[in-house]
């Protein structure tokens, strides 16, 4: 079980949202690359990397701080990033960038075609982000709510050659109470695509539960808030999962 630090950016800064909503901001870092070498010395594998300037706007919006990202971690680990990614010549100028992933949200639901699309000019190179409430698709950076199932959705991406998809709950996110396990294992089950957790960790039983569910298609986790208070140390959970994965 892979846990992957998150950093949102906003104005170049290193924040967090409760809830996804832009007016409960909390800014942990104004330097969102040294605080991507913090984690990289930390034990992480992985970065996730959430333009949210761009999730509103509906392009990419935090670009310099993206590159200097880049530019301290390196080529030690992959690094992921969402948030406004919604035409071919985006993805194309973040995986030139250096990039590994990007994660395709609001598009995706919005215009299918364009997902399969990207898929198949970059294959193994895009992540699906579902955002949702209450089992509905979110998009716009979780401002809108839709009618489309998160399941009906997973399994319409099956077939794309969609790398994985992350699931969030957004009534969780940054609220630190717990993963929604049940619904996270329900999407895994439901689909063949690897999963990625999101919203809500905070504690090391969240992490083993998680755990637990891994033959499940669960294959990573995100980590925000926690990790960033204190709740969560990072190191001691990856090692806790690294544990549990080897049972």
């Avoid at 892979?2 to 800014?27: F, H, S, W, Y």
């Avoid at 594998?45 to 530019?71: K, T």
């Avoid at 215009?111 to 190179?125: E, H, T, W």
């Avoid at 959705?153 to 699931?167: F, R, T």
């Amino acid at each position: 079980m892979l846990l992957i630090p998150a950093i949102d950016l906003k104005n170049g800064q290193c924040v967090r949202l409760k809830q996804g909503l832009m007016e409960q901001v909390t800014v942990f870092s104004e330097s969102p690359a040294e605080q991507a070498r913090h984690w990289l010395e930390q034990g992480a594998r992985r970065l996730h990397l959430v333009d949210l300037d761009g999730a509103f706007a509906g392009s990419p919006r935090n670009r310099s701080a993206i590159v200097r990202i880049l530019e301290e971690v390196g080529d030690a680990i992959p690094v992921q990033l969402g948030g406004g990614i919604r035409d071919l010549d985006a993805i194309e100028r973040c995986l030139d960038a250096g990039l590994s992933y990007v994660i395709i949200g609001t598009a995706a639901v919005k215009n299918p075609g364009f997902l399969r699309d990207a898929c198949v000019a970059f294959p193994g190179r895009v992540i699906v982000g579902l955002d949702a409430k209450d089992g509905k698709a979110a998009t716009e950076g979780w401002s809108k709510l839709t009618g489309h199932e998160v399941v009906d959705l997973g399994k319409k991406y099956e077939d794309y050659g969609v790398e994985a998809i992350i699931y969030t709950d957004i009534g969780r996110d940054g609220m630190l109470t717990g993963i929604n396990l049940e619904a996270t294992v329900h999407l895994a089950q439901s689909i063949s695509i690897p999963v990625i957790a999101s919203g809500g960790l905070s504690s090391l039983d969240d992490v083993r539960a998680l755990c637990a569910a891994e033959d499940e298609g669960i294959v990573a986790a995100i980590a925000g808030r926690a990790i960033y208070d204190g709740s969560l140390d990072f190191r001691r959970a990856q090692e806790v999962a690294d544990q549990a994965s080897k049972r």
